[in-house]
């Protein structure tokens, strides 16, 4: 059984992925659209929450937003700016310069 994606796996590759954006900035929507193509959900991640119309997947990357407050979420320590007018995130400086550090 493949090991299921955590909410902390997606946090390189959607700052990867605001990166090479203009501005930055990409939707909740289309970050959900970019990492399902990097990851290749399956297994309990690919399955519709039940009452619902989204997968456990698309909910994690949500989950990147809607946990932005917590201590350790990389939206409170400064990597990205969560837009709730325009339903996105923008990478900041500090997101782009631990890019920099992590893939020289």
Same mark, same amino acid.
């Given at each position: 059984?493949?090991?299921?994606?955590?909410?902390?796996?997606?946090?390189?590759?959607?700052?990867?992925?605001?990166?090479?954006?203009?501005?930055? &900035?990409?939707?909740?929507?289309d970050l959900i659209a970019e990492?399902?193509?990097? &990851?290749?959900?399956?297994?309990?991640?690919?399955?519709?929450?039940?009452?619902?119309?989204?997968? %456990? %997947?698309?909910?994690?990357?949500?989950?990147?937003?809607?946990?932005?407050?917590?201590?350790?979420? %990389?939206?409170?320590?400064?990597?990205?700016?969560?837009?709730?007018?325009?339903?996105?995130?923008?990478?900041?400086?500090?997101?782009?310069?631990?890019?920099?550090?992590?893939?020289?």
């Amino acid at each position: 059984m493949p090991e299921r994606v955590r909410e902390g796996d997606l946090v390189v590759p959607a700052l990867r992925v605001m990166s090479e954006r203009p501005n930055g &900035f990409i939707t909740t929507a289309d970050l959900i659209a970019e990492l399902e193509h990097i &990851f290749q959900p399956s297994g309990k991640d690919a399955e519709i929450i039940p009452g619902r119309s989204d997968t %456990f %997947f698309s909910q994690k990357v949500r989950n990147l937003i809607s946990h932005r407050n917590n201590q350790n979420s %990389f939206i409170s320590n400064g990597y990205a700016d969560y837009d709730d007018v325009r339903e996105g995130l923008t990478i900041t400086d500090n997101g782009r310069g631990l890019l920099q550090q992590l893939h020289g």
